[in-house]
T-cell receptor, first 121, second 111 residues
């Protein structure tokens, strides 16, 4: 079954204790991304990766790190979590639709994981 | 940073009614996507619109992309309780590197 998996699904931790949220996809997608979702703010992109060893900051990268050593995995690292990082996190992977012309910039239809609810006390 | 505003933020209607959700921006997007999210799950893609003025239908859902590619709407005909969920619009940047999401419309359809 084609899917994006995240672990753990729920995590409660304390301020300053390093943690990693794993993300894996089995669809051979080149593009992967991390989002956080907060009430009233929608989904905001943290980091994205266009391919192996290529990562770029999204809209809210402060306090987060990522790595893309393999195509299928894209872990999110919080070196020193703080309470303002309490949120619902989603990993997503995507491909370029072959039906969409690239003149307009291409297309990425995203497949999301089930989410990780993180609480930092 | 490109912004997308969705309205209304909350919508509660009776089964059988029609509704429209709006997604507006001052920025031009190369394409726009609509997702639906249920509690405890990640968003699921419903449709992608690419061409200005494009209209796509998915059963009782009709999606339209504005002529100038700055706005979009989602119209649901004869809503059913199974339509309940959070509807998110997302605009793809011209570089095709980032999606900008709206804040979402929480739809509740009462039986």
């Amino acid at each position: 079954e084609a899917q994006v998996t995240q672990n753990p699904r729920y995590l409660i931790t304390v301020t300053g204790k390093k943690l990693t949220v794993t993300c894996s996809q089995n669809m051979n997608h080149e593009y992967m991304s991390w989002y956080r979702q907060d009430p009233g703010l929608g989904l905001r992109q943290i980091y994205y990766s266009m391919n192996v060893e290529v990562t770029d900051k999204g809209d809210v990268p402060e306090g987060y790190k990522v790595s893309r050593k393999e195509k299928r995995n894209f872990p999110l690292i919080l070196e020193s979590p703080s309470p303002n990082q309490t949120s619902l996190y989603f990993c997503a992977s995507s491909f370029r639709s072959p039906d969409i012309p690239t003149g307009g910039g291409g297309m990425y239809e995203q497949y999301f994981g089930p989410g990780t609810r993180l609480t930092v006390t | 940073t490109q912004l997308l505003e969705q309205s209304p933020q909350f919508l509660s209607i009776q089964e059988g009614e029609n509704l429209t959700v709006y997604c507006n921006s001052s920025s031009v997007f190369s394409s726009l996507q609509w997702y639906r999210q249920e509690p405890g799950e990640g968003p699921v893609l419903l449709v992608t619109v690419v061409t200005g003025g494009e209209v796509k239908k998915l059963k009782r859902l009709t999606f339209q992309f504005g002529d100038a590619r700055k706005d979009s709407s989602l119209h649901i005909t004869a809503a059913q309780p199974g339509d309940t969920g959070l509807y998110l619009c997302a605009g793809l940047s011209g570089s095709a590197r980032q999606l900008t999401f709206g804040s979402g419309t929480q739809l509740t359809v009462l039986p």
